[in-house]
Every structure is written in C-alpha cells, then in structure tokens.
C-alpha cells in the first residue's frame, strides 16, 4: 500500500507555529522556483497568511504522527525529521469561491538525509 503524501503548512503567529495538515500542494514553476498551496478561507492560518505573505511546507513520512515538532530557524518554523521544509514567500494570491490559492516563491530549503527517511510504506498488508 502506497499512503499519499501529507504536508503541514506552517506560518508565524507572534512566534508560535499554526499549521494545516495538506495534500494539496505542488511546485509552479523552477525560475523562480515557487509552489502552491491551497487554504480554505475558513482555516485559522488563512488570514495569518493574507498579512504576513509566508510560510513553510514541511513533506512527512508515513512514520510521523502525532504532534509535530518544530525548529525554528531564520524567523521561519520548520519540522523536525521531516522529509523536506521549504520556506516561501508569498507572490501571488488567487481567490476562489471558498479558498485562497497563495503562490509562493522558495526562498530556504532543508531535506532529511535519505537514511533517515521513509517515504513509501511497501508492506504489502
């Protein structure tokens, strides 16, 4: 069985990590290299993103459950032990009926080494 990938949506809030767990997700473009994220109006990040135009995307493994845990580094939070953290600033934003669409340019980068990670769960079970 293959899980699909999850990704938490990290912003500021006075110095506290608020996340959305997400899937939905992707890279836009490689110059600049940026991605998108997608937030329901009604999340309690969404205005926290209107006003301070970032965040990080941190990717898990299927092993992390649980409650995060963050690092912070350059002003930004990041989570511990997860596949890659990509911290964006926001662009672009598109509004739709019950989401925002924030586009994102790639401004810092970490990534677990590859001994440390698990990304696919391949127990046939």
Request: aromatic content about 6%; some cysteine.
């Amino acid at each position: 069985m293959i899980e699909s990938i999850v990704g938490l949506a990290i912003v500021d809030d006075g110095g506290q990590p608020r996340y959305l767990r997400t899937s939905t997700f992707s890279e836009t473009a490689h110059h600049p290299t940026s991605l998108w994220l997608s937030v329901a109006k009604s999340e309690a990040i969404h205005p926290i993103l209107l006003r301070d135009r970032r965040f990080s995307l941190a990717i898990l493994h299927t092993g992390q459950t649980g409650q995060p845990q963050f690092y912070r580094q350059h002003d930004r939070h990041y989570v511990h032990g997860a596949l890659s953290s990509t911290a964006c600033q926001v662009i672009q934003e598109i509004e739709l009926d019950t989401h925002t669409i924030f586009i994102g340019e790639m401004i810092e980068g970490h990534v677990t080494p590859s001994k440390q990670r698990n990304l696919l769960n391949t127990d046939p079970q």
